[in-house]
């Protein structure tokens, strides 16, 4: 598909900070190795990637709004803000974009107040759990979500 459109992989707060971030629950991989690692799984399903970092919760929702038009489908990490934020939740509402909610580590076995997303409630689906894997099994879905829907 020349003119499939991209990807978009958000990435939330302090997830600049992979690498070094308590590697014993996120693990030692850094968010540049793990653009790297979309980008290729991208590429092998004809697809690209446009991959973004933010600690600020407007750019993301600047970002989710960019997306409407110009992206085949969503990887959202939006961090802490999957917890907090109606402004990410709304923004997903908004769009109209598939949105795969993904995340490193499985918030619904960690602290209490990890048990709500307010990105999951507004998402299409979400990975979780499966440290950098998470990202490439949402690219793949997001991959055959917009082959489905032919974006
Ligand atoms: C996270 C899980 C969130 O609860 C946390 O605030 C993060 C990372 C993950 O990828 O496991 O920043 O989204």
């Not at 993301?60 to 969503?74: M, R, S």
């Not at 993904?102 to 209490?112: Q, V, Y």
């Not at 048990?115 to 055959?144: D, M, N, P, R």
């Amino acid at each position: 598909m020349p003119d499939a459109k991209p990807i978009y992989v958000l990435n939330g707060p302090n997830l600049n900070l992979l690498g070094t971030r308590e590697p014993h629950i996120y693990g030692h991989i850094t968010l540049a190795e793990i653009e790297q690692a979309c980008a290729a799984r991208a590429a092998q399903l004809g697809r690209t990637i446009v991959f973004r970092q933010s600690n600020i919760e407007g750019e993301l929702v600047n970002w989710l709004q960019e997306a409407k038009d110009k992206a085949a489908a969503i990887v959202l990490n939006a961090g802490a803000y999957t917890h907090t934020s109606v402004a990410l939740h709304d923004a997903i509402k908004a769009i109209g974009v598939p949105v795969i909610e993904t995340h490193l580590s499985n918030p619904a076995a960690r602290e209490e107040f990890r048990h709500v997303s307010l990105v999951g409630q507004a998402a299409k689906g979400v990975i979780a759990g499966f440290g950098a894997t998470s990202y490439l099994l949402a690219v793949e879905a997001a991959a055959l979500i917009a082959q489905e829907s032919q974006t």
